[in-house]
Nanobody
Framework: QVQLVESGGGSVQAGGSLRLSCVTS????????MGWFRQAPGKEREAVAG????????CYADSVKGRFTISRDRAKKTLYQQMGSLKPEDTGMYYC??????????????????????WGQGTQVTVSS
């Protein structure tokens, strides 16, 4: 069992930056594949980025490639997402997610909410134009 707690959300102008963090606790941090998802009001939850256990493989939704960077610090048991060149369409609740099930190095294995068992409560990101 693992607990996930996100932080770092806020309100920014378009073009601005934010850094999200997700602290894990309760179990072996290093055993989890992890990802970031987001959900805008009235829309389905969508994948943003994923990262392998060792951090050597990362993947991104086309909409955020080149603007967002996912990373993890095993010593701090923390997942990060650096977000730059933010757009109003990036607005939403951002969730971090974790799962132990083995998967290949392809975005398709990180793209569905069903690919992850453990979820945080979310942190709100609002981007104004």
């Amino acid at each position: 069992q693992v607990q996930l707690v996100e932080s770092g959300g806020g309100s920014v102008q378009a073009g601005g930056s934010l850094r999200l963090s997700c602290v894990t606790s309760g179990d072996t941090y290093g055993s989890y594949y992890m990802g970031w998802f987001r959900q805008a009001p009235g829309k389905e939850r969508e994948a943003v980025a994923g990262i392998s256990i060792g951090g050597y493989y990362t993947c991104y939704a086309d909409s955020v490639k080149g603007r967002f960077t996912i990373s993890r610090d095993r010593a701090k048991k923390t997942l990060y997402q650096q977000m730059g060149s933010l757009k109003p369409e990036d607005t939403g609740m951002y969730y971090c997610a974790a799962d132990t099930r083995s998967r290949g190095n392809d975005y398709s294995y990180y793209a569905r909410p069903a690919d992850f068992v453990y979820w945080g409560q979310g942190t709100q990101v609002t981007v104004s134009s």
